[in-house]
């Protein structure tokens, strides 16, 4: 996005350092890489920096509405929800596509957000990894707020672990070491000294949680959770045999009734010129008549299932718990980042952490995703160069 930058950039890219970086990234760690990493990273100007800044800023303001744990109170399926719920997310995910307005500068539109942890410690990674291969010019940052990378991890620690010891923290996810996301998972590990813990590897006694670390069982204060229960539902042959739903004397970082609280059920309520006209399905009074300029999302989903792109009236009507689907406005990416086989699309997500006392969460760090497919995503790229999960500079 900053031309200059661009070019350098292209000019220097090699197809042989690109394969040295790859390799690298492969063995650090147990098993390789997930997910495609792609061949470059974003840079992004102040002006577009400051708008991401400001359209979260004011996403943020809703969320700290008094009322908004009651309007959100049926975003939590009756069935998924836990207990002990506290009183604020501790990660908070915002995605934005990157368009243009109607001046022709970029501008961001919020396309997805999320009460839940996303890939904290892999970021910082990735964005060291690219330093080390590739051109940067100085200053420019993948942080905010002031944030370098031995802050960051502070800061990390601090929402993650707070006053107990590592080893009483885990990180727990369902067949945590085959997750597509794994690397983060071993990255978190290294960086903050937790535990990796699957599901089925938690034992209950009565209300406490209990894991085993050198042949020694540990009693778990607090679960940094990964767990999406849709995972659970899709795995139904899966076993294990503690009770998420009990009364349990456990912490949740973040708690799971957060993840569907901030999510695709709030955009409705955040009225700005970042956010696309959103709508509960069971609100609409007329079928738009450029119904081909909006997208249909059920509202409890992940990583895009589900969402139909070219809607029909038909699709509409079919509906029948129409007061969990809502109807979006389409966002059109603009072609941001220019790659030797074209322009390519992008997302930029803000990751928020939010220590316990303090006020308002904090802008930390940044997540990139790249696409040249019909949507972002792994399953829409699969014979794309240039695309893939990576990380923006900032002009500082």
């Known amino acids: ?14 197809d042989a350092q690109y ?13 390789p890489v997930g997910f495609r990493v792609p061949e470059t990273p974003i840079f992004i100007d102040k002006a577009l920096k400051q708008k991401l800044i400001n359209a979260g800023e004011q996403i943020i303001d809703v969320i ?50 999320q009460g ?56 727990m996810d369902i067949n945590a070491h085959e997750q597509k996301t794994r690397i983060d998972f071993f990255a978190t590990k290294e960086a903050l000294g937790i ?16 894991h085993t670390l050198n042949n020694k069982a540990i009693e778990v204060k607090r679960i940094y959770n990964r767990l999406i229960f849709d995972d659970l539902q899709a795995n139904p042959d899966f076993k294990y045999s503690i009770n998420l ?9 973040t708690h799971p009734n957060w993840f569907y609280r901030i999510s695709k059920f709030t955009m409705p309520m955040v009225k700005s010129d970042f956010v696309p006209e959103t709508i509960f399905l069971n609100t609409l009074q007329t079928i738009p008549a450029d119904l081909e300029n909006y997208v249909l999302k059920p509202l409890f989903s992940f990583s895009g299932m589900g969402v139909l792109i070219d809607v029909t009236p038909a699709d509409i009507e079919k509906i029948t718990d129409k007061e969990n689907w809502i109807l ?45 497919g019909k949507m972002i995503g792994v399953r829409y790229n699969k014979d794309f160069t240039w695309v893939g999960g990576n990380i923006a500079f900032m002009q500082p």
């Open 1 to 14: 996005m900053i031309t200059e930058v661009r070019k350098k950039y292209n000019s220097l890219f090699t």
């Open 64 to 113: 700290l509405q008094p009322d908004f744990k009651e309007r959100t109170e049926r975003a939590i399926p009756p069935q998924y929800n836990v207990k002990n719920e506290n009183q604020h997310p501790h990660f908070l995910a915002i995605d934005f596509g990157i368009c243009k307005d109607a001046e022709g500068n970029f501008t961001p539109q919020l396309i997805e957000m």
């Open 19 to 31: 394969q040295a970086f790859l390799n690298h990234l492969d063995v650090l760690y147990e098993k």
């Open 245 to 253: 739903f009990d009364d349990l004397d456990v912490e949740w970082i």
């Open 328 to 372: 979006q406005r389409k966002v059109q990416y603009a072609d941001a980042v220019q790659s030797p086989e074209g322009g390519v699309k992008c997302e930029i997500r803000l990751m928020y952490l939010w220590p316990d006392g303090d006020k308002r969460p904090t802008l930390a760090v940044n997540l990139a995703r790249m696409s040249r």
């Open 195 to 210: 535990p990796i813990v699957c599901l089925s590897e938690l034992k209950q006694e009565g209300k406490k949680l209990y």
């Open 116 to 171: 839940f942890a996303s890939l904290y410690v892999w970021e910082q990674l990735i964005g060291r990894k690219y330093k080390e291969f590739f051109y940067c010019p100085d200053g420019y940052t993948p942080f905010f707020n002031g944030l370098n990378n031995q802050t960051y991890l502070d800061l990390l620690r601090k929402v993650i672990i707070g006053s107990y010891q590592p080893e009483q923290v885990v990180l």
